[in-house]
Each structure stands twice: as structure tokens, then as C-alpha cells.
């Protein structure tokens, strides 16, 4: 098998692998103190120029390196950064300790700088005014042992400004408010007991259906992945290598099935560093999923791979992995073939790549994300692992494959426009949960217009690409393939305008929410929130209006969220009760905005570990969590303002009808409870 596989990886796409994964050990060393490998003490001392500075001393644990902050920024790297109130800026950052020079082969023989044991780093200071409050900021570090990585990591750091004009180190680490975390943990709230018993999630049968929907997509995603050009071409190569290389056919045949069956391993066990996140933070894999820099990584692959689909360069992985991988695949039984197997995966990367990061951040955003990751990663593993065993058992259907030539071009280009509009919705992820208003709602349709529009053109024929063969006549597939599309641009057009044909029903959710527009509060047919990320407002509202509160724990990111307010909460018999009987109130879990200082605070979950909330998602998913025992958006719930638990909450529930029930139910427990108060 040596020298089989063409692998088509870039050796940038590591870095995203590391972000990835990094981030959940990032979840979960920030939820337990134990596991920390560098350690920082903050102190001062004055500068050459007289000017204070801030000394930042790392203890490194034995056998780990930690980065410098003179790498750049598309390696491993450490960085110190000023929170933007500072009236300071940074002029320059001394290093001092035990650094080190190497070539790093885990990204190509790049050259790296790094500190083992001990590092002290004096950042340079220059007022930009006069002191005013206190000087705070961020290490972000990472570190590696091995092939394990932490980080990147963020350690804040926070300094006061003495009488003199000195600066004098402060804690920056949080303190437990029992004020504060009263308001987060609503003791009136019985769930096994509500005023009415309608509603639910249906939480076990949901799972179930669920898991079954969530492994029909994984599959699907392996199915397209099996046609693409870095993996179709081995399925006769590899079927022909077992039968004929085996003593017997039976032989070749279980050589086959156990390829199969490793593919399915393999990926598999991409979810199996997920299993260790510590679960009394139910918002950690929801933190991962919609993690901005992750997004944004995301985006860039996409964006990157379409390009190369596009052909305008090819993507490959270093000699070194290459010939380390498919060496070891020349190793004879059982061990042999699961290198074979790893090898079609490296291999396959470049194809696969942006179908498993859709799968993987999907996934997340799911609640019980670490059992669905692995249910999607199956359904993917087993789609791509399958034929090779189908293929050696029934070796005549090899014959009816078609062989590769120009329609696999046509779809690999094909491919590079789903990307590009996939690439599209990752960098709009970050850009609502961070709100840099880069991608306004209408921004995004007309780009997702344009995609559409060149890839209708490519099938026809009227766009070609530089290693597109002479022109041919054009099949049916292909025709109709481009018809739909352009029926799908034609389709998204209203999306640009400011009137109440721009809801498109068919992609809620992909787009930005109706609300996100350049037009400002869009006029076509939507609910407002009455308050947003403010529940202590909400009640002050309920009470002085005398209505219940509908409490919306949604996401910037939350695809389902999108559906229901833009299909389900205009209809009919919905809008009327939301708008003129209840208070709504919608809180944001992801949304990234630090609190205030003085709001910022450990809070104790009800299985007596600690939390740190620090920013308004961190707070209201905090408030799901403690309060109702779930972690999933959109989920809704209908309280008194006295805060009783008026029915079972409820999650996505695409039928109107039975979503204008359940509000009806929790209308007729709110009577209940304000006659029973009557009477007293």
C-alpha cells in the first residue's frame, strides 16, 4: 500500500484540529484548578524610563513548554493584551527564564520558542491619560507536553494605581456573592410540580428520535464524503489490494471487514476526548460549539478548501506524516490494516474536512452533545467504512462503478460553492454571539445569492475553471442540478428587501435573524422581545402589567431558535397570545458581553462545584441550567411574576397549533393562581 495514498491535508488545518480540542480541555481546566500546568504570580517594578511595569512571573509545570510571545500568529503562541478601558498601552514585552530554540515536527519542522521550568516577562507601559480605575488585562498562553496542548488559555491579571502614580498588584480572580447567586438559583420553582401539567420536552423519546435523526445526517455526511475525489478513487484500489494480497478470498473478505470496521473506529473515537468535560457544567460543549475563534478557524478551512476545490492550488501534508503513516500500513496483520485504515482518513481530510467540522460543531450544539458527537461521528464512519467491505464481499459490483474523470471535477467544483456559502455561516456565527455587525442579514443573502448564482452558472456552463476539460454537452443531472439553484436565488431575493416577504421560512435559522439588519428593526411579520437579557426586568415588567412571563433561553447561534421565531411565532392564534398576554423575555446563552465588574462572580451549582460567570451567556445559561435541569436552546418556560412554575417547559416545537396550546394551558394556570391569591 505504500506510496497508494495521495494525502491532501494542509498542515494548517492541524492548528484548527488543536483549537478544537484545545478548547474543551480549556473548559475543562478552567472548571478545575488542579489541572493547571502554568501557574502565574503578578507583581510590579519601575521600567528603564522611570514608568511603572508589570511583571508577570509563569511556574511551568516539569516537561511542559510554554510559548513565547515572540512566536507569530499562525503558530503556538503567547500573547498579553490591556482591557480596552485602559488609558495604557503595551511598548514592548522583556523576556527572562530558561527559553529554548527547536524545530517542532508536530507543525512541519516550524521553528518555535519556548520556556520550560520558568518565565518572567516585564510588559512596558505608556499612559495614554491620566490613571483612571484599574489597569486590568489578559495572558493568553499555550502550552505543550508531548503531543498534548492546553490552551489557548486566559489568565486575567488586574492592577490598581496607588496615590504616587504606581502601580500595585490586585486579585483578579472572582468571589462568591450569595446576593448574586440567589438570583440565579429560583427557589419558587418546582419542576416536578407545576400549576398545570401540560407541555414537556419529552425528553426521552425526543433523545431517541433525535440520536436516530443525528445518525442519518452522520451517514449522509459520509456518503457525500465517499464521493468526493480524495476518497472514491481507493474504494477499487483497496478492495483489489485485500483480495488479491490474502491467501484465500474468505481471507481477503475478513481483511476487508476489519478495514471497514476500523474506519468506523477511527472516527468514532473523535469523540471520545468529549466524554471527559466535567458535566456539572452543562454549557461547556454549547461554550466549544460556539466559541468565536473556533468559528472563525471554521470559516477559514471552509473558505481555504473551497479554493483548492476551485483549483487554484492543492492541499498536502507534509512528506514526514505521510511516509510515517503509510509506512506503518505495510505492517502485516491487524496492526497493518488499522494504519491502512487511519491512512484513508488522513488521506481523505481535505474532503471530509468540512463535512466532520459541520458534524462536530452541529453535534455540540445539541443538548447530551458528547453521546450525539459520537452517534453522528458512527452514522459518518460507518457510511465511509461500509462499501470497502460491501465491495470486497461482491467484488463483480466494482464493474459498475463509474470510473473517476470530468463529473468528478463537476462535483469537487460543486463542492467548492457549498463551502463557500457554509463558510459564510460559521463567520456569521461569530459575528452574532460577538455582534461586529460584519454580516447584517441582508449582507449575508446577497452573498449567499451570489454563491448560488455562480454555481448555477458553472453547471451551465457559462463559468469554467482553469483545469475544466474542453466543453461538453451538458447531461440532465446537471441542467436540472442548475435550474434548482437558480429557482433557490430566485427564492432568496426577498431576503434583501425590507418588507414582510423577507422572512424565507426554507433557510431560517442559516441567515441572521430578522432583527440583525441593515434596515434596522426589520417591518415584516416578527415578535420583539420585551426585554432582552434582563430577567429582573422582565419580572419588574410581569408584575406591574399583571401578566406571565415567557422566558426564551435562545442563542445567537441557535438554528431552531431562528425557526421558531420566524415560522412559528407570527402564525395565527401564536402572535396574538405572546404579543398581548405574556411578557416576553429572551436571554441570550451565548452571547460573549463581559458583565460589569461588580456583577462578575463564582456561583455554586447545585452539586456543590464551582462556576465562574463572568459574561451574560454565562449567567442565563447558569439560570437554565440550575433552575430547569436542561442545557438546550431554544427551550421555553412560563413562570408567574411571583415566579411559579406555571406548566411543563417546553423545547423546539415546529407545530403552531400545539405551541398556541401550551401557551393557552399556561394562560388558564396564571387564572388559577391569581384567584387563589384573590381568595386569600
Same mark, same amino acid.
Given at each position: 500500500?505504500?506510496?497508494?495514498?495521495?494525502?491532501?491535508?494542509?498542515?494548517?488545518?492541524?492548528?484548527?484540529?488543536?483549537?478544537?480540542?484545545?478548547?474543551?480541555?480549556?473548559?475543562?481546566?478552567?472548571?478545575?484548578?488542579?489541572?493547571?500546568?502554568?501557574?502565574?504570580?503578578?507583581?510590579?517594578?519601575?521600567?528603564?524610563?522611570?514608568?511603572?511595569?508589570?511583571?508577570?512571573?509563569?511556574?511551568?509545570?516539569?516537561?511542559?513548554?510554554?510559548?513565547?510571545?515572540?512566536?507569530?500568529?499562525?503558530?503556538?503562541?503567547?500573547?498579553?493584551?490591556?482591557?480596552?478601558?485602559?488609558?495604557?498601552?503595551?511598548?514592548?514585552?522583556?523576556?527572562?527564564?530558561?527559553?529554548?530554540?527547536?524545530?517542532?515536527?508536530?507543525?512541519?519542522?516550524?521553528?518555535?520558542?519556548?520556556?520550560?521550568?520558568?518565565?518572567?516577562?516585564?510588559?512596558?507601559?505608556?499612559?495614554?491619560?491620566?490613571?483612571?480605575?484599574?489597569?486590568?488585562?489578559?495572558?493568553?498562553?499555550?502550552?505543550?507536553?508531548?503531543?498534548?496542548?492546553?490552551?489557548?488559555?486566559?489568565?486575567?491579571?488586574?492592577?490598581?494605581?496607588?496615590?504616587?502614580?504606581?502601580?500595585?498588584?490586585?486579585?483578579?480572580?472572582?468571589?462568591?456573592?450569595?446576593?448574586?447567586?440567589?438570583?440565579?438559583?429560583?427557589?419558587?420553582?418546582?419542576?416536578?410540580?407545576?400549576?398545570?401539567?401540560?407541555?414537556? *420536552?419529552?425528553?426521552?423519546? @425526543?433523545? &431517541? +428520535? #433525535?440520536?436516530?435523526?443525528? /445518525?442519518?445526517? !452522520? %451517514?449522509?455526511?459520509? =456518503?457525500?464524503?465517499?464521493?468526493?475525489?480524495?476518497?472514491?478513487?481507493?474504494?477499487?484500489?483497496?478492495?483489489?489490494?485485500? *483480495?488479491?494480497?490474502?491467501? @484465500?478470498? &474468505? +481471507? #481477503?473478505?475478513?481483511?476487508? /471487514?476489519?478495514? !471497514? %470496521?476500523?474506519?468506523? =473506529?477511527?472516527?468514532?473515537?473523535?469523540?471520545?476526548?468529549?466524554?471527559?468535560?466535567?458535566?456539572?457544567?452543562?454549557?461547556?460543549?454549547?461554550?466549544?460549539?460556539?466559541?468565536?475563534?473556533?468559528?472563525?478557524?471554521?470559516?477559514?478551512?471552509? %473558505?481555504?478548501?473551497? =479554493?483548492?476545490?476551485?483549483?487554484?492550488?492543492?492541499?498536502?501534508?507534509?512528506?514526514?506524516?505521510?511516509?510515517?503513516?503509510?509506512?506503518?500500513?505495510?505492517?502485516?496483520?491487524?496492526?497493518?490494516?488499522?494504519?491502512?485504515?487511519?491512512?484513508?482518513?488522513?488521506?481523505?481530510?481535505?474532503?471530509?474536512?468540512?463535512?466532520?467540522?459541520?458534524?462536530?460543531?452541529?453535534?455540540?450544539?445539541?443538548?447530551?452533545?458528547?453521546?450525539?458527537?459520537?452517534?453522528?461521528?458512527?452514522?459518518?464512519?460507518?457510511?465511509?467504512?461500509?462499501?470497502?467491505?460491501?465491495?470486497?464481499?461482491?467484488?463483480?459490483?466494482?464493474?459498475?462503478?463509474?470510473?473517476?474523470?470530468?463529473?468528478?471535477?463537476?462535483?469537487?467544483?460543486?463542492?467548492?460553492?457549498?463551502?463557500?456559502?457554509?463558510?459564510?455561516?460559521?463567520?456569521?456565527?461569530?459575528?452574532?454571539?460577538?455582534?461586529?455587525?460584519?454580516?447584517?442579514?441582508?449582507?449575508?443573502?446577497?452573498?449567499?445569492?451570489?454563491?448560488?448564482?455562480?454555481?448555477?452558472?458553472?453547471?451551465?456552463?457559462?463559468?469554467?475553471?482553469?483545469?475544466?476539460?474542453?466543453?461538453?454537452?451538458?447531461?440532465?443531472?446537471?441542467?436540472?442540478?442548475?435550474?434548482?439553484?437558480?429557482?433557490?436565488?430566485?427564492?432568496?431575493?426577498?431576503?434583501?428587501?425590507?418588507?414582510?416577504?423577507?422572512?424565507?421560512?426554507?433557510?431560517?435559522?442559516?441567515?441572521?435573524?430578522?432583527?440583525?439588519?441593515?434596515?434596522?428593526?426589520?417591518?415584516?411579520?416578527?415578535?420583539?422581545?420585551?426585554?432582552?437579557?434582563?430577567?429582573?426586568?422582565?419580572?419588574?415588567?410581569?408584575?406591574?402589567?399583571?401578566?406571565?412571563?415567557?422566558?426564551?433561553?435562545?442563542?445567537?447561534?441557535?438554528?431552531?431558535?431562528?425557526?421558531?421565531?420566524?415560522?412559528?411565532?407570527?402564525?395565527?392564534?401564536?402572535?396574538?397570545?405572546?404579543?398581548?398576554?405574556?411578557?416576553?423575555?429572551?436571554?441570550?446563552?451565548?452571547?460573549?458581553?463581559?458583565?460589569?465588574?461588580?456583577?462578575?462572580?463564582?456561583?455554586?451549582?447545585?452539586?456543590?462545584?464551582?462556576?465562574?460567570?463572568?459574561?451574560?451567556?454565562?449567567?442565563?445559561?447558569?439560570?437554565?441550567?440550575?433552575?430547569?435541569?436542561?442545557?438546550?436552546?431554544?427551550?421555553?418556560?412560563?413562570?408567574?411574576?411571583?415566579?411559579?412554575?406555571?406548566?411543563?417547559?417546553?423545547?423546539?416545537?415546529?407545530?403552531?397549533?400545539?405551541?398556541?396550546?401550551?401557551?393557552?394551558?399556561?394562560?388558564?394556570?396564571?387564572?388559577?393562581?391569581?384567584?387563589?391569591?384573590?381568595?386569600?
Amino acid at each position: 500500500m505504500k506510496n497508494l495514498y495521495r494525502l491532501c491535508s494542509p498542515p494548517s488545518l492541524l492548528l484548527v484540529v488543536i483549537l478544537f480540542f484545545s478548547l474543551a480541555q480549556q473548559a475543562l481546566a478552567q472548571n478545575d484548578s488542579t489541572q493547571k500546568v502554568v501557574t502565574w504570580e503578578f507583581s510590579t517594578q519601575p521600567g528603564a524610563d522611570g514608568r511603572p511595569a508589570i511583571l508577570l512571573h509563569a511556574h511551568i509545570l516539569d516537561g511542559w513548554k510554554l510559548y513565547s510571545t515572540t512566536m507569530p500568529d499562525s503558530l503556538p503562541n503567547s500573547r498579553v493584551a490591556l482591557d480596552s478601558s485602559a488609558r495604557s498601552k503595551i511598548t514592548g514585552i522583556d523576556e527572562q527564564g530558561q527559553l529554548q530554540t527547536s524545530k517542532d515536527p508536530l507543525f512541519s519542522n516550524a521553528l518555535t520558542r519556548f520556556f520550560i521550568h520558568d518565565a518572567q516577562w516585564t510588559v512596558h507601559l505608556q499612559p495614554a491619560g491620566s490613571p483612571q480605575g484599574d489597569l486590568k488585562g489578559t495572558v493568553t498562553f499555550m502550552a505543550i507536553y508531548k503531543d498534548s496542548v492546553v490552551g489557548p488559555l486566559e489568565v486575567p491579571f488586574r492592577y490598581g494605581y496607588a496615590a504616587d502614580g504606581s502601580l500595585v498588584a490586585k486579585s483578579a480572580s472572582l468571589k462568591e456573592s450569595s446576593t448574586s447567586s440567589g438570583n440565579l438559583k429560583l427557589t419558587s420553582i418546582d419542576l416536578t410540580n407545576p400549576v398545570n401539567k401540560c407541555g414537556g *420536552t419529552g425528553a426521552e423519546d @425526543s433523545q &431517541s +428520535k #433525535g440520536l436516530l435523526a443525528i /445518525f442519518v445526517l !452522520g %451517514f449522509l455526511g459520509g =456518503l457525500v464524503g465517499l464521493i468526493m475525489p480524495c476518497t472514491f478513487p481507493m474504494i477499487p484500489l483497496t478492495v483489489s489490494f485485500f *483480495t488479491k494480497r490474502a491467501a @484465500s478470498r &474468505s +481471507k #481477503g473478505v475478513a481483511n476487508a /471487514f476489519l478495514y !471497514g %470496521f476500523f474506519i468506523f =473506529l477511527i472516527y468514532v473515537l473523535i469523540s471520545v476526548p468529549f466524554y471527559f468535560l466535567k458535566s456539572n457544567n452543562a454549557n461547556i460543549l454549547n461554550n466549544i460549539s460556539t466559541n468565536v475563534w473556533l468559528n472563525v478557524a471554521f470559516a477559514l478551512v471552509f %473558505f481555504v478548501f473551497a =479554493l483548492s476545490f476551485f483549483g487554484l492550488f492543492e492541499i498536502t501534508l507534509p512528506s514526514s506524516i505521510s511516509n510515517s503513516v503509510d509506512a506503518k500500513s505495510s505492517i502485516g496483520s491487524i496492526g497493518g490494516i488499522f494504519f491502512m485504515a487511519l491512512t484513508l482518513a488522513i488521506v481523505s481530510f481535505s474532503c471530509t474536512g468540512p463535512i466532520l467540522g459541520t458534524l462536530l460543531v452541529g453535534a455540540l450544539n445539541q443538548n447530551g452533545g458528547a453521546v450525539q458527537l459520537t452517534v453522528a461521528m458512527a452514522g459518518f464512519g460507518m457510511a465511509l467504512g461500509l462499501p470497502f467491505a460491501l465491495f470486497a464481499l461482491f467484488p463483480n459490483w466494482l464493474q459498475s462503478l463509474p470510473r473517476s474523470g470530468d463529473w468528478m471535477n463537476t462535483i469537487k467544483k460543486f463542492f467548492g460553492f457549498i463551502e463557500l456559502a457554509l463558510a459564510l455561516k460559521y463567520l456569521s456565527n461569530a459575528d452574532l454571539v460577538t455582534h461586529w455587525g460584519l454580516l447584517k442579514r441582508e449582507t449575508f443573502f446577497a452573498l449567499w445569492i451570489l454563491i448560488g448564482l455562480g454555481l448555477s452558472l458553472y453547471l451551465l456552463g457559462v463559468i469554467r475553471f482553469g483545469h475544466d476539460g474542453p466543453p461538453k454537452k451538458l447531461g440532465v443531472i446537471r441542467i436540472t442540478t442548475a435550474v434548482l439553484f437558480l429557482a433557490f436565488v430566485v427564492y432568496l431575493v426577498p431576503g434583501l428587501t425590507n418588507t414582510r416577504y423577507a422572512n424565507r421560512s426554507l433557510v431560517s435559522g442559516f441567515p441572521p435573524p430578522l432583527s440583525y439588519s441593515l434596515y434596522g428593526a426589520a417591518s415584516s411579520k416578527s415578535i420583539e422581545a420585551n426585554v432582552v437579557n434582563d430577567f429582573d426586568k422582565a419580572l419588574e415588567l410581569a408584575k406591574k402589567e399583571h401578566k406571565p412571563i415567557l422566558i426564551d433561553f435562545t442563542g445567537w447561534a441557535c438554528v431552531n431558535c431562528r425557526k421558531m421565531e420566524e415560522n412559528v411565532w407570527p402564525k395565527p392564534g401564536v402572535e396574538d397570545l405572546i404579543s398581548k398576554d405574556y411578557i416576553l423575555v429572551s436571554l441570550y446563552v451565548d452571547d460573549r458581553k463581559l458583565l460589569p465588574d461588580d456583577q462578575q462572580f463564582i456561583f455554586t451549582t447545585g452539586d456543590g462545584s464551582k462556576k465562574e460567570i463572568r459574561t451574560v451567556g454565562d449567567k442565563f445559561a447558569t439560570l437554565q441550567s440550575e433552575n430547569f435541569s436542561n442545557a438546550s436552546q431554544p427551550f421555553y418556560v412560563l413562570i408567574s411574576p411571583d415566579q411559579k412554575l406555571l406548566t411543563r417547559p417546553v423545547g423546539y416545537t415546529p407545530d403552531a397549533g400545539a405551541y398556541a396550546l401550551w401557551l393557552r394551558c399556561g394562560l388558564d394556570a396564571f387564572k388559577g393562581v391569581q384567584e387563589k391569591t384573590a381568595a386569600r
